[in-house]
Structures are given as C-alpha cells and as structure tokens.
C-alpha cells in the first residue's frame, strides 16, 4: 500500500492511502492522552472525548451525532495512554462532511455545565461497568504497579471523586494546552483522488490557527517489582504476570514481539495456549501481550482459571516462559513465526479503518507509514538468539511482578 503525506502550515500531518471501496474512512490522532494528565486532572482526557459529541459552537449535539448517522455513516472516537482519537466512516461522496465534523467537535467543542453534568453520571456508570470486568480491569491494576508513580500508570478513566471536580474552564485549558496542532495527524484511506484528499483537509484543518507547546512528557518513575493478591469475590481467579519491556522507538520491538506471539499470541498454536488450554484444560483465556509507548512499554502473561487451579496455571506459565529465555526456536518454528506474525499484520491491513488508525499513530511516532517490505526486513532479521535475550530481558526474574485477583 502507498502512502501520500504532506503538513498544513498550521503543523498538522496529513496521510493519505487509496484503495478500491465506495467506504473512507478518516481520523484525527492527537498527540494527547492519560499520562499527559495533572495527578488533579486524572480522567480529563477521556472526558472530553466524551464531551466532544454535546455540541460546538455551529452544531447541537443532535446534529453532530446525526450528520453521518443520515447517511449511514459514523463518527466516533477513543482515548489511550498516549493519544485521542477522532474518526469517522463514510461514503466516500461524504468524505468533505466527515472530516468537516472532526475538525467543528475536535476545534469548536463548548464544554457547557449542563452536558458536563450530564456525562458525567454517564462515565460514572462506565467506570462501574469497567469495575465488573475482572479480565479489563486487572490490566490497570497491574499498570498502575509497574508505573506506580507516573501518569501512564494511572487508569484511563479516571475515578468518580476525580472527575466529579472537573468544570468548563478545566476542560479548555486541557484542550489548549495539549490539543497542539503539531501533535496531530490526520489520516484518510478511502478511494479519492489526491487532490481531493488535499484539497478537503486544506479546506477543514489548514484554517486552524496553529497552536504549538513546550509541554514534555514526564520521564517515568523507577520500577519495584513485587507481588500483589487482591479478593475480588469473583467466580474465577485472574493472573497476569510481567515486567516492564522496550519502548516503541527501541530497535528491539522487533524481536519482542515475535517472542510474544510465539509464547502467547492469538494463535491456537502459542505456546501458552497449548499448555494451559489444549493439553490441560485448565483455562479458557490466556495470552501474552507487549505494549508499547513512546519511552518505555510492557509485557504480559495474562489467564483466567478455576482457583483450584491457580498454583498450577502460574507453574507452567512460568516453565513457557523460561523455555522462551533458554531455549532459541529451532531453524523450522523460526521460520514459522515469522510467517505468522507477517501474515497477521497482512489480515489486519485489509481492514481500511484498522490502516487508517495505524497510519495516523505511526506517522505521530515516527513521522512516517513504514512500508511493508521495511517491516518484512526488520522481521526476516530477527534470529533466535535475539528472541531469547529479549525473553531474558523483559521475563527477568528480578524485574518480573505478580497480580493475582482470587
């Protein structure tokens, strides 16, 4: 897939793919997310993308909400760690009107009292819902270990004695602060020409007065592994054990997440799965997963089992993980990870709307959409030895810690 780019003078990036599809799809990434967040302003970032759909300063919410939906349409959005996300689905006739209603919800949201109080009975509700969620809510908890002190370790929700003092004026000083217009992407992939590509996000976005921060991101606080058993009262027990891993920006990501896809990726075939689920029959869910940020990252061994078989499951998850420190992946399963976590990325790439979000993220990391041949490249160079030394380097025995919700 190629891409097209090129920057407003307002410092807002724009990327462009085409492909054959009466659906586009466009989104605005802005470089904006929970760990930019005060301690004071815990749960603000999610409020206002909340907050962006109840009115600006030419549409009621009613409007903005029925815009797309008329013609069969939608706009939507989610708020990460590190960013906001905007996007939208739509005939590729409506493409003008799509990213007409991102720029008037992103830019022009009034943030009134009476739709603050309103939404946020609304995000209570979600974070009670969010609490009944043991396998959701148990990411957060284990986050918030191993970056306890720092923003990122902190929930994206927020809690509801932190968002209960939030007001007007909170919400448009976050938005000029950190909604800059050179942290944010906007990303189309639909089938348009380039000059109506252009031409539609000058004419949306290119009248938006820059507005540019020396806001840096806070540097995370020091790791202490440890060991945490909470009561849930819940009918399963839930573990995930991890540490801290590289960072998006590392040159090992590569080999970091080849070893996680082999231990514990979405295939039948992981080794987790295999031992845990197939050979067992002690779990229904259990996964590796790696995340990572900008300056740092994290992975994870995550299950659900019976708690009679909580001793067990922790005994050979942690045999499959010290296999994947000790023991490098013959020529032939090297071969095969490879292909998988290729073919992965190839099925994901066939969705339009996952491309579209994937570009707009890249292009804010790294300023750029990496081709897929690059990428093949950096897979095909990984060996076995590199995926055991990062197993020995995430899986440390020294740096792991241990959640458990019994």
Do not use: W
């Amino acid at each position: 897939m190629e891409y097209e780019f090129f920057q407003l003078d307002n410092g807002i990036r724009c990327v462009f793919a085409r492909v054959k599809s009466p659906v586009l799809y466009c989104g605005l990434t802005i470089g904006a997310g929970t760990r930019d967040e005060a301690l004071r302003e815990h749960g603000m970032a999610h409020f206002i993308e909340h907050l962006l759909f109840k009115g600006t300063a030419k549409r009621r919410a009613y409007h903005i909400n029925s815009l797309l939906d008329n013609v069969g349409g939608e706009l939507n959005a989610y708020t990460t760690k590190e960013e906001t996300v905007v996007h939208a689905v739509s005939l590729k006739g409506d493409y003008a009107k799509a990213a007409d209603l991102i720029a008037d919800v992103t830019f022009g949201s009034q943030f009134a009292e009476r739709d603050i109080e309103i939404e946020r009975g609304v995000i209570v509700d979600e974070i009670n819902s969010y609490r009944d969620t043991p396998s959701e809510l148990i990411y957060d908890d284990f986050e918030d270990m191993l970056f306890e002190g720092s923003s990122l370790g902190r929930n994206i929700l927020g809690t509801p004695k932190s968002i209960a003092r939030f007001g007007t004026v909170d919400f448009r000083r976050f938005v000029e602060s950190r909604y800059v217009t050179d942290r944010m992407v906007f990303s189309v992939v639909g089938n348009i020409s380039s000059a109506r590509f252009r031409q539609v996000a000058e004419d949306k976005f290119g009248a938006i007065p820059a507005r540019r921060s020396d806001y840096v991101r806070t540097q995370v606080a020091s790791y202490s592994p440890g060991c945490r058993e909470l009561s849930k009262g819940t009918y399963q027990s839930h573990c995930i054990i991890g540490g801290r891993a590289c960072s998006a920006m590392s040159p090992e990501r590569t080999a970091v997440s080849l070893m996680v896809n082999v231990l514990g990726g979405p295939s039948a075939g992981s080794r987790l799965n295999i031992a845990l689920r197939e050979r067992n029959g002690l779990c229904y869910t259990v996964e590796a997963g790696f995340t990572a940020y900008c300056d740092t990252g994290m992975a994870t061994v995550y299950f659900g089992c019976d708690r009679d078989n909580l001793e067990r499951c922790i005994s050979l998850a942690e045999t499959e993980i010290a296999r994947m420190k000790e023991e490098p992946l013959s020529p032939r399963a090297l071969a095969i990870a490879k292909r998988q976590l290729l073919g992965q990325i190839s099925v994901a790439s066939d969705n339009s709307e996952s491309v579209m979000l994937s570009a707009g993220k890249s292009m804010l990391l790294y300023g750029d959409v990496e081709p897929y041949e690059s990428l093949k490249a950096r897979v095909d160079a990984v060996s076995a030895e590199d995926i055991c030394m990062a197993a020995q380097r995430v899986f440390d025995s020294d740096g792991l810690s241990c959640l458990v919700y019994r």
